[in-house]
């Protein structure tokens, strides 16, 4: 048995969520490889909707087994409340998480740093979630971490102590940043800490595992694992448009690393992709649209971020970057988004190529500032039909079937389903 991967293949949000809910039926478990709780996961269903930041989006089926892997980074207050919030919808929270001892832990003092430091960038920021991801990254490659593993000892409270200290002076001493009047999560400092302590506790009631042996025994005894990506490949910490990335490695090597699973026991990788593009934060976006269609597509697409709530900025598809990402992750399949944002359009345009210096490149160049180079489309008449209802792709008009042909000629892997709606039911899957 091997395991699957899902990922997303832009700059985050593509609707991995939804998708993992929707195959999940097909696994036995599912399993967060990294990032930590700046994702945020949709899923809707019986017109409920919910967003999930460190939990795998298995958890509302009620027999699979979720897994946050070890290469996660976990703030257990922000997990507690989001367990809260699911038990309240029923999902079986407690029975069916299993947490990997070798996922790192966010500290406050984590999310203090990541504000330091963006108000320390000014303009140059990254535009963070601001939830400590790269801070926590950071002490996990200098060594200097703490890992869930951890709360289950003596020493837990001294090695946190003293990660405090250190945390506390340099954003004292170096960044000059006032704690006292910074809030997280609308809660000063002291009392996040408060908050943080109970929520240790209480991760310690969930089942504390060894994640690589698990997930290895899984596959030896057939079980079958969904391997969740969190942020897309744009954003990966090495190939995406560094410095403004996040601080993993969202590529489907990621999933070996974040689950102790070796490269020649990866089975499908799942690429997802919006028929359009969005990114929210910083950084080089060649095909943003910064007029009106821009503006339509963040409206009909109701495109502000699921944890954040910050508007994302939009643009057309661009292939330069879907091939790269598709490259890097070896995808096997295929899954375009949000069609029916598109369903009003009168033209669609797709980034075929860049130009630059009257050049044409096909490769997604070091840097990618828009400054430096064009992007070049070519255009596609809109469907101009309602997508709902359509689940079989005969159904589908042909503007739109001319499209996707289109980008399957191009990325050269099938595109297996087609998204025409959050829910789950919107989904054309044959
Ligand atoms: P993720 O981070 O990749 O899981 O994606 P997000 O949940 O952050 O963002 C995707 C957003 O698009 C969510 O609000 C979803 O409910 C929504 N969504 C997912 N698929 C579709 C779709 O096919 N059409 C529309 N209109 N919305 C979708
Ligand atoms: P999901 O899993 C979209 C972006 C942030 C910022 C950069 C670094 O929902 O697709 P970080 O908080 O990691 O230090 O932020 O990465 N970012 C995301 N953008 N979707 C996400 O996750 C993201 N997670 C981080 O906006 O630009
Ligand atoms: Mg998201």
């Given at each position: 048995m091997n395991v699957d991967v899902l990922l997303g293949l832009?700059?985050?949000?593509?609707g991995k969520g939804k998708i993992v809910d929707v195959l999940t039926?097909?696994?036995?478990v599912i399993a967060r490889f990294q990032g930590g709780p700046n994702a945020g996961h949709t899923i809707e269903f019986n017109g409920s909707k919910h967003v999930l930041h460190?939990?795998?989006?298995?958890?509302?089926?009620?027999s699979k087994i979720n897994i946050i892997g070890n290469g996660v980074v976990i703030d257990p207050l922000i997990f507690e409340n989001e367990a809260n919030e699911l038990k309240l919808s029923g999902a079986p929270v407690e029975k069916n998480i299993l947490i990997s001892k070798k996922a790192h832990i966010i500290l406050p003092t984590h999310r203090l740093i990541d504000a330091a430091s963006e108000t320390a960038k000014g303009k140059a920021k990254i535009g963070s979630t601001l939830k400590g991801i790269g801070p926590a990254y950071t002490d996990k490659v200098s060594r200097t971490g703490i890992r869930i593993g951890d709360i289950q000892n003596s020493s837990f409270k001294e090695k946190y102590k003293q990660l405090k200290q250190l945390h506390l002076s340099l954003i004292k001493d170096f960044y000059k940043f006032d704690v006292s009047i910074f809030l997280i999560d609308k809660l000063s400092f002291e009392e996040y800490e408060k908050r943080w302590f109970k929520a240790i506790d209480y991760i310690k009631k969930f089942n504390l595992i060894d994640g690589e042996y698990y997930i290895n025994t899984c596959l030896e005894k057939q079980i079958s694992i969904l391997a969740e990506g969190a942020q897309g490949s744009m954003l990966d910490?090495?190939?995406?448009?560094y410095p403004f990335v996040t601080s993993s490695n969202t590529i489907c090597a990621g999933a070996c690393i974040g689950l102790g699973?070796?490269?020649?026991?990866?089975g499908e990788v799942i690429g997802i992709f919006k028929a359009y593009c969005t990114r929210v934060g910083s950084g080089p976006f060649p095909t943003e649209l910064l007029d009106e269609t821009g503006e339509l597509l963040r409206e009909k697409g109701h495109e502000f971020g699921s944890t954040t709530g910050r508007p994302r900025r939009c643009g057309w598809i661009d292939l330069p970057a879907l091939k790269y990402a598709i490259m890097l992750n070896g995808v096997t399949k295929l899954v375009m988004m949000?069609?029916?944002?598109?369903?009003?359009?009168d033209i669609i345009k797709v980034c075929t190529h860049y130009i630059q210096d009257g050049k044409k490149i096909e490769n997604v160049p070091f840097n990618m500032n828009i400054e430096d180079f064009t992007p070049s489309y070519v255009e596609f008449n809109g469907w101009k039909k309602n997508l709902e209802g359509i689940t079989k792709k005969n159904d589908m008009p042909s503007a739109l079937k001319k499209y996707i042909a289109f980008l399957e000629k191009e990325l050269k892997v099938p595109i297996d389903f087609i998204s025409t709606g959050p829910d789950r039911t919107q989904t054309i899957t044959q």
């Open positions: 832009q700059w985050g949000d593509e039926p097909k696994y036995d460190t939990i795998p989006s298995g958890i509302f089926h009620k910490i090495d190939f995406g448009t699973v070796s490269p020649n026991k990866i949000k069609a029916d944002v598109l369903n009003d359009f």
